[in-house]
């Protein structure tokens, strides 16, 4: 699985770094590796030379959950991603900082008399299922059970590469049980507003009030763009917290700076910190795209892509390119270059501006706690669940 080639990442910025300076677009099979920030950047911006159904449609119609991040330009992709970025507003994040905040520190002020902090099942994956509820309108009383839906699906729709069968198999069940589950809910809330009842803002709440508006914005519809937006945003935000921490407490000095910008309650600086943590440590290293046809890319088409080969697209090696990100062996949060932890372009990762704002923080309450260190329990290290953190344990006074 490509997730354990970077489970060492320093072998992966050596490796990285061969290919951007000796073979920065290489073919392998029917695999071209592209690995220098221009030819990344070129691929990811040609959506129509560079395609991603192939790569995730198929995945994500196995458990009917057909959503626009798996579809390439066409007039479906394009009312349904104009949809949601309506209702899903960029005025938003401030409402979305406050509940983060408030629920980030309430979770933190029910540990500090324990004196230790599991971060993935008592914070990093508890505040974005919260947010889950409180914005976009999907609230479960089972909270273990909408974790364990939204992980398998996740890893079934974005990293079931391998198209394993039992990961597909435990997919297609919780897809089963996802989809009557939000078809309920979705029309209890319009039987609400049709009864005059007061209803919450949130995303289902103005789908909703969409409807009539538009004849294909029916439930199914409703139903699928929600599950597509819910499945991305626990999981990433979680693994991103569990990285950036991880990756501060390899660098003593840095990781002081970031606690004191933390004190201050500093989350733009801490969000630049965060943002580079990440770079040395990424969640999500690369992205994979489709050429049907032979492309060329490059200054002045040097490199050929042949036809019918899948391009994996290196955006972690791409933030190591030092013509765009200058000194990248050096941990610097001055940078004006554009991460790309959430990819760039037309599929970039939808709830990248969430993130932005959910992650700093989550990580600043976390640094908040006084004296905090690496526990003794699993030797200080992250335990995963396959390509998912699993556990992480702090110390505090």
Excluded at 117 to 128: D, Q
Excluded at 274 to 287: S, T
Aim: hydrophobic content about 40%; charged content about 30%; proline content about 4%.
């Amino acid at each position: 699985m490509i997730h354990k080639l970077f489970e060492n990442i320093r072998f992966g910025e050596v490796i990285t770094w061969f290919f951007r300076t000796f073979l920065p677009v290489f073919r392998f099979r029917d695999w071209v590796v592209v690995s220098r920030y221009s030819e990344v950047i070129e691929v990811l911006s040609r959506n129509q030379d560079f395609t991603i159904s192939e790569i995730n449609a198929a995945r994500m119609h196995a458990v009917d959950i057909d959503f626009f991040l798996g579809m390439d330009t066409s007039p479906q992709h394009d009312r349904e991603k104009g949809i949601m970025e309506l209702v899903a507003k960029r005025e938003d994040m401030g409402r979305i900082q406050q509940f983060v905040s408030k629920e980030s520190e309430r979770i933190t002020d029910e540990i500090k008399t324990i004196g230790k902090i599991e971060v993935v099942e008592t914070i990093s994956r508890i505040v974005p299922v919260l947010l889950v509820d409180n914005y976009f309108g999907v609230r479960n009383p089972n909270q273990k059970q909408m974790l364990y839906w939204l992980r398998i699906l996740f890893h079934q729709l974005f990293l079931n590469l391998n198209n394993d069968p039992v990961i597909e198999a435990k997919a297609k069940k919780a897809g089963n049980e996802l989809k009557p589950f939000l078809n309920v809910l979705i029309s209890d809330r319009r039987r609400q507003m049709e009864e005059g009842k007061e209803c919450p803002d949130d995303l289902i709440t103005r789908l909703l009030k969409l409807q009539p508006q538009y004849d294909w914005l029916d439930t199914d519809a409703i139903r699928r763009n929600i599950s597509g937006l819910i499945i991305g945003a626990v999981e990433t935000t979680s693994k991103c917290v569990v990285l950036v921490l991880e990756e501060l407490f390899r660098r003593p000095e840095v990781l002081k700076e970031a606690i004191a910008l933390a004190n201050k309650n500093d989350i733009k600086a801490l969000k630049n910190y965060c943002y580079e943590a990440l770079r040395f440590n990424p969640h999500n290293p690369i992205v994979i795209r489709y050429a049907s046809e032979e492309q060329r890319i490059g200054k002045n088409g040097k490199y050929k892509i042949p036809a019918q080969c899948k391009v994996l697209v290196g955006i972690y090696s791409g933030m190591f390119d030092k013509k765009v990100f200058t000194s990248p062996g050096k941990f610097k949060v001055d940078r004006k270059t554009e991460y790309l932890h959430f990819g760039y372009g037309m599929h970039e990762c939808f709830g990248k501006h969430i993130n932005a704002v959910q992650i700093p923080i989550i990580v600043g309450s976390i640094l908040r706690l006084p004296n905090l260190r690496k526990a003794s329990i699993n030797d200080g290290k992250v335990i995963n669940d396959g390509p998912f953190p699993e556990s992480f344990w702090l110390e505090f006074d």
